[in-house]
Each structure stands twice: as structure tokens, then as C-alpha cells.
């Protein structure tokens, strides 16, 4: 049976140097879950406006249930304005004081979240206060669920109280390598190297798994009662990491809440991660066997 996961947050128009993309963690999570056979929901909301019109007609074409995507009259649709480092790292300019930071606590939502095997949410739709009190109650309304936390750092916005109240009620983290000394610092915590710094915050907050995403380097975790795991990074020629992180965690999740071991759902997820950035953006199609060819395809660094 496919495991229901529902994924809390924003949608958004990545403003692209060439192109217009609908995007969002949320929302690209829920599309790889899919693709992988799981059923993921989208708790969203997008404005009345030309803009949320044409993101309703996206999530039909990627075969994302609207059902739960609320329709904002007074604030506008997302937007995200998205440039490129010169090693193809990806930065982003996001809108303030939009439609997705004012997700109402709906019955329709609580029932969505109490049917929930996990409820993934992430820190960009804790920046104002309607958004980020729904995800509040619906995480203490949910309490059987998987709680996974997506600590994806913006230039903009970082609340220490709400960090490490998120921090406070995941079971899993993920985390990307490159934020992990800033993080240190935020949350004044010693930062002596990723391994011991996960250990420190899983055990700081009470996290059962925290997981590292470290590019081409691949992935790095520690599990409070499993211990530490590693799977290096595959040789691809890179197109994009737009999307790579949740490509990781769809693979991950599809992996693990099948009952999968942590190896095989990191390894797993890991390939998915790697598959993403060989395409386009964060929506181009690829389901659970093109990623098992994949791996079987493509080298993994010594």
C-alpha cells in the first residue's frame, strides 16, 4: 500500500535567468514521492491571481492533487527569483509576505494530516505567523506521524525560537553540508566536523536521524541508535541541483517507510539525488526503476 505523505508549504514561481518554473520544496517532494508509487499531498497556498491561475493548471499537468492548495484573495502568489554561482550552486531571492505564508488550519488540512505516515515541513513558511501556527497545531495533531524537517537555510530569514522548536519535534533532519557551520553557530553549538556535529544535534534536540547532503560528496547521517552511515557520491555530468534535495528525500522516504534499512534508503535516496541533477529542473519525470538502472549504471567516488 503507498504510504501517504503530506508535504506542508510553500508554492512558487522559480524566476529562472531563462524560463519560469513552478517550484517549492513541498511541492517538489511530493512529485518525486509520486513518481516513486507513494500518494503525496500538497498543503499549500497560492493567490488569486494570473500567477496562482497558472500554478493550478502546473499542478494538474504533474499530476499534483490541488485538493489542498487553498486560494488566497488578498496576498499574491510566490516568487522566487533564482541565479547561478560560478560552481553552478544555486541562490535564491525569495518573496516576502505572500500567499504561502498564510496557510490556514483548515478541518480539510487536519484530517490530511492526521491520516499522514509523514508530515515533511520545511523553515521558509515559518516566517510569518499564520503559516507558521498551522504547521504548529498540525504537528501536535499528528502525532503518529514521521516528522521530517527540511532545515533548508535562506539569506533572509532565520529564527533561532523557531528552529529549534522544529528542531524540538522531528524525528528526522536533513541538512545540507555547506549551512551546517552557520547552524552551529546560530544554535551556539561546538562545530568540529559534520560527523560529531550531527551527533550533537541529534542528541541536543532529541532527533532520531539527522541527514547530510553534501553534494557531489554524497550523503552522511547518524541514526541515534544505528550510529553513523555514509554513501559517497556518484560521477555524474551535472545539469542542475535544483531539486536534488528532495529527490534524496522522496527516495529515502519511499525506502524507508516500506521498511527498507537505513543503508538502503540512504543508498537509494542518494541515487535519486544524483539522477535529479543529470536533468533539468526539479520536475522532470523519472520513477523507482530508472533510478535502480541508474545505480547500477553510474560509478559512486572512491
Same mark, same amino acid.
Given at each position: 500500500?503507498?504510504?501517504?505523505?503530506?508535504?506542508?508549504?510553500?508554492?512558487?514561481?522559480?524566476?529562472?535567468?531563462?524560463?519560469?518554473?513552478?517550484?517549492?520544496?513541498?511541492?517538489?517532494?511530493?512529485?518525486?514521492?509520486?513518481?516513486?508509487?507513494?500518494?503525496?499531498?500538497?498543503?499549500?497556498?497560492?493567490?488569486?491571481?494570473?500567477?496562482?491561475?497558472?500554478?493550478?493548471?502546473?499542478?494538474?499537468?504533474?499530476?499534483?492533487?490541488?485538493?489542498?492548495?487553498?486560494?488566497?484573495?488578498?496576498?499574491?502568489?510566490?516568487?522566487?527569483?533564482?541565479?547561478?554561482?560560478?560552481?553552478?550552486?544555486?541562490?535564491?531571492?525569495?518573496?516576502?509576505?505572500?500567499?504561502?505564508?498564510?496557510?490556514?488550519?483548515?478541518? %480539510?488540512?487536519?484530517? !490530511? @494530516?492526521?491520516?499522514?505516515?509523514?508530515?515533511?515541513? =520545511? $523553515?521558509?513558511?515559518?516566517?510569518?505567523? *499564520? &503559516?507558521?501556527?498551522?504547521?504548529?497545531?498540525?504537528?501536535?495533531?499528528?502525532?503518529?506521524?514521521?516528522?521530517?524537517?527540511?532545515?533548508?537555510?535562506?539569506?533572509?530569514?532565520?529564527?533561532?525560537?523557531?528552529?529549534?522548536?522544529?528542531?524540538?519535534?522531528?524525528?528526522?533532519?536533513?541538512?545540507?553540508?555547506? %549551512?551546517?557551520?552557520? !547552524? @552551529?553557530?546560530?544554535?551556539?553549538?561546538?562545530?568540529? =566536523? $559534520?560527523?560529531?556535529?550531527?551527533?550533537? *544535534? &541529534?542528541?541536543?534536540?532529541?532527533?532520531?536521524?539527522?541527514?547530510?547532503?553534501?553534494?557531489?560528496?554524497?550523503?552522511?547521517?547518524?541514526?541515534?541508535?544505528?550510529?553513523?552511515?555514509?554513501?559517497?557520491?556518484?560521477?555524474?555530468?551535472?545539469?542542475?541541483?535544483?531539486?536534488?534535495?528532495?529527490?534524496?528525500?522522496?527516495?529515502?522516504?519511499?525506502?524507508?517507510?516500506?521498511?527498507?534499512?537505513?543503508?538502503?534508503?540512504?543508498?537509494?535516496?542518494?541515487?535519486?539525488?544524483?539522477?535529479?541533477?543529470?536533468?533539468?529542473?526539479?520536475?522532470?519525470?523519472?520513477?523507482?526503476?530508472?533510478?535502480?538502472?541508474?545505480?547500477?549504471?553510474?560509478?559512486?567516488?572512491?
Amino acid at each position: 500500500m503507498a504510504k501517504r505523505i503530506v508535504a506542508f508549504g510553500e508554492i512558487v514561481w522559480d524566476l529562472l535567468p531563462h524560463d519560469r518554473v513552478l517550484g517549492g520544496t513541498p511541492l517538489n517532494l511530493v512529485f518525486r514521492c509520486n513518481s516513486f508509487g507513494e500518494e503525496g499531498h500538497l498543503l499549500s497556498r497560492v493567490g488569486d491571481d494570473e500567477l496562482g491561475e497558472a500554478a493550478l493548471d502546473k499542478l494538474v499537468e504533474l499530476k499534483i492533487s490541488d485538493k489542498n492548495v487553498q486560494v488566497d484573495s488578498e496576498f499574491p502568489t510566490g516568487v522566487v527569483r533564482v541565479t547561478f554561482d560560478k560552481n553552478g550552486e544555486s541562490r535564491y531571492e525569495v518573496k516576502e509576505d505572500v500567499a504561502f505564508d498564510h496557510i490556514e488550519f483548515t478541518a %480539510e488540512a487536519l484530517i !490530511l @494530516a492526521r491520516q499522514a505516515d509523514c508530515l515533511f515541513f =520545511g $523553515l521558509l513558511p515559518q516566517r510569518y505567523g *499564520l &503559516s507558521k501556527n498551522t504547521i504548529r497545531e498540525l504537528i501536535k495533531e499528528a502525532p503518529d506521524s514521521l516528522r521530517f524537517f527540511d532545515l533548508k537555510l535562506f539569506e533572509h530569514f532565520f529564527n533561532v525560537e523557531v528552529v529549534e522548536r522544529l528542531l524540538n519535534c522531528a524525528h528526522i533532519v536533513r541538512i545540507k553540508e555547506k %549551512e551546517m557551520e552557520f !547552524l @552551529a553557530g546560530k544554535l551556539k553549538m561546538n562545530y568540529t =566536523g $559534520l560527523d560529531d556535529f550531527a551527533e550533537q *544535534l &541529534s542528541v541536543k534536540y532529541k532527533i532520531d536521524l539527522v541527514i547530510i547532503t553534501r553534494g557531489n560528496n554524497g550523503i552522511s547521517a547518524f541514526h541515534t541508535k544505528k550510529g553513523r552511515f555514509y554513501d559517497p557520491g556518484y560521477v555524474v555530468e551535472m545539469e542542475d541541483n535544483i531539486g536534488s534535495g528532495m529527490a534524496f528525500s522522496a527516495g529515502f522516504l519511499h525506502y524507508y517507510l516500506n521498511g527498507k534499512s537505513m543503508e538502503e534508503s540512504i543508498h537509494f535516496g542518494n541515487a535519486a539525488g544524483a539522477l535529479n541533477t543529470t536533468k533539468r529542473g526539479a520536475t522532470e519525470f523519472f520513477d523507482k526503476n530508472e533510478v535502480l538502472e541508474f545505480m547500477k549504471a553510474t560509478s559512486q567516488q572512491a
